[in-house]
T-cell receptor
């Protein structure tokens, strides 16, 4: 079955370290998204991509970067981890819109990141 | 002010009750409205989707959109313990813009 996976599921790191969170989907979706979820803020968009070599900044992109070298993967990198980046990170993917309606976003299981 | 406001709860109701979950929004350009359900330590999953104003029913779930009031609702009839989850509203503007704006989520517990 097609799916979207994230790794690692849990990560503890220290401030200042570079951290990369992996996201892999097997639906062949063009669109991929990274969100962070924090109490009181809900899901906030970090970066998104509409296809290979395409990346765009979301609402809370400072301190994060992504690259899209193939359809299946969109890794999220924290350049220099900060305690404010302690959060739960979700990756999502969706098909390109068809028929004039947005396509469903499918979410991964999440990565819990703790920055000490 | 956030673009989308949602009461975070928590909300606890007895099994069998009707549950009403709500969101308000400020951006009049929003046209597509979704409700996602998120179980504990899982990713959100799409529950229902509506376009513009009106109602949509799917089994025990009914989604309502009132664009004139910038207000959307999700009703759950005959609530079950398995409905216990966090419910997030989400919305976006015209098709082709795949960026969703989410509410903060309402944590719902159905008491057996």
């Amino acid at each position: 079955d097609a799916e979207i996976t994230q790794s690692p599921r849990h990560k503890i790191t220290e401030t200042g370290r570079q951290v990369t969170l992996a996201c892999h989907q097997t639906w062949n979706h063009n669109n991929m998204f990274w969100y962070r979820q924090d109490l009181g803020h809900g899901l906030r968009l970090i970066h998104y991509s509409y296809g290979v070599q395409d990346t765009n900044k979301g609402e809370v992109s400072d301190g994060y970067s992504v690259s899209r070298s193939n359809t299946e993967d969109l890794p999220l990198t924290l350049e220099s981890a900060a305690s404010s980046q302690t959060s739960v990170y979700f990756c999502a993917s969706s098909e390109s819109p068809r028929g004039g309606v947005p396509e469903t976003q499918y979410f991964g299981p999440g990565t819990r990141l703790l920055v000490l | 002010q956030k673009e989308v406001e949602q009461d975070p709860g928590p909300l606890s109701v007895p099994e069998g009750a009707i549950v009403s979950l709500n969101c308000t929004y400020s951006n009049s350009a929003f046209q597509y409205f979704m409700w996602y359900r998120q179980y504990s330590r899982k990713g959100p999953e799409l529950l229902m989707y509506t376009y513009s104003s009106g109602n949509k029913e799917d089994g025990r779930f009914t989604a309502q959109v009132d664009k004139s009031s910038k207000y959307i609702s999700l009703f759950i009839r005959d609530s079950q313990p398995s409905d216990s989850a966090t419910y997030l509203c989400a919305m976006t503007t015209n098709f082709g813009n795949e960026k969703l704006t989410f509410g903060t989520g309402t944590r719902l517990t159905i008491i057996p």
